[in-house]
């Protein structure tokens, strides 16, 4: 290259980013790292508190053997069944949002193009399911320090406290929200194609199984 002669801003065959763009791309990797945190400590919580099913079934188990037989019963051992499948209801529901297997109608979602399905996600974890986690935790928090405060007991004789389980619609709206935020960020980067979609095989099963449907009721 002759002297004075200007250098090239970048490299032939090299794309130009901006300062902006490298540093948009550098915070969505970040990112993406935290979100692999949150699904890791998601699966982790899910897999062990799904056991809880196993022992509610024993405790249930146990209560009707005994009052069958010697005609003894407590509310407690009742209620203590009700506890323990709460836990895994409002614990593991973040497990289930990340499995994508929380209820849905398939056979309509399926049949839009996944760029819509895409932008439907993203509008319904921002503006849905978000702000309702926002909002269970801050009304439940008032109503979780009230029980906690009188020490609420059940009204049943020999019941259980009561602020234990109210504890669990907070526990449970916060770990909601957590993995809300790892699939609002994994979904972004997916549209981005940062990622592949992790879901893909999913909903590819689905699709033949919504085509299957269709081409039976056509046959009709």
């Given at each position: 290259?002759?002297?004075?002669?200007?250098?090239?801003?970048?490299?032939?065959?090299?794309?130009?980013?901006?300062?902006?763009?490298?540093?948009?791309?550098?915070?969505?990797?970040?990112?993406?790292?935290?979100?692999?945190?949150?699904?890791?400590?998601?699966?982790?919580?899910?897999?062990?508190?799904?056991?809880?099913?196993?022992?509610?079934?024993?405790?249930?188990?146990?209560?009707?053997?005994?009052?069958?037989?010697?005609?003894?019963?407590?509310?407690?051992?009742?209620?203590?069944?009700?506890?323990?499948?709460?836990?895994?209801?409002?614990?593991?529901?973040?497990?289930?949002?990340?499995?994508?297997?929380?209820?849905?109608?398939?056979?309509?979602?399926?049949?839009?193009?996944?760029?819509?399905?895409?932008?439907?996600?993203?509008?319904?974890?921002?503006?849905?399911?978000?702000?309702?986690?926002?909002?269970?935790?801050?009304?439940?928090?008032?109503?979780?320090?009230?029980?906690?405060?009188?020490?609420?007991?059940?009204?049943?004789?020999?019941?259980?406290?009561?602020?234990?389980?109210?504890?669990?619609?907070?526990?449970?709206?916060?770990?909601?929200?957590?993995?809300?935020?790892?699939?609002?960020?994994?979904?972004?980067?997916?549209?981005?194609?940062?990622?592949?979609?992790?879901?893909?095989?999913?909903?590819h099963a689905l699709e033949a199984e919504v085509e299957h449907l269709?081409?039976?009721?056509?046959?009709?």
């Open positions: 290259m002759l002297a004075g002669q200007d250098k090239p801003p970048y490299p032939r065959g090299a794309v130009k980013t901006g300062r902006g763009g490298n540093r948009e791309g550098i915070s969505l990797q970040s990112l993406l790292k935290l979100s692999r945190g949150i699904d890791a400590f998601t699966r982790w919580v899910g897999k062990r508190l799904a056991w809880l099913i196993l022992v509610a079934v024993v405790v249930a188990t146990i209560n009707a053997i005994v009052r069958k037989s010697f005609d003894v019963s407590s509310n407690s051992w009742l209620e203590l069944q009700w506890l323990l499948f709460s836990i895994v209801f409002l614990l593991c529901a973040p497990w289930t949002l990340l499995d994508n297997e929380h209820i849905r109608i398939d056979i309509v979602s399926n049949m839009m193009k996944k760029r819509l399905r895409d932008w439907i996600d993203v509008i319904g974890h921002t503006f849905f399911l978000i702000p309702l986690c926002i909002v269970m935790i801050i009304t439940g928090g008032p109503f979780f320090m009230r029980s906690v405060e009188v020490n609420e007991q059940s009204s049943n004789a020999g019941g259980l406290p009561q602020w234990p389980a109210k504890s669990l619609i907070i526990i449970g709206f916060v770990f909601l929200m957590v993995q809300g935020i790892s699939e609002l960020i994994k979904r972004i980067a997916v549209m981005r194609g940062l990622i592949p979609d992790p879901h893909a095989t999913q909903v269709i081409e039976a009721i056509e046959k009709r």
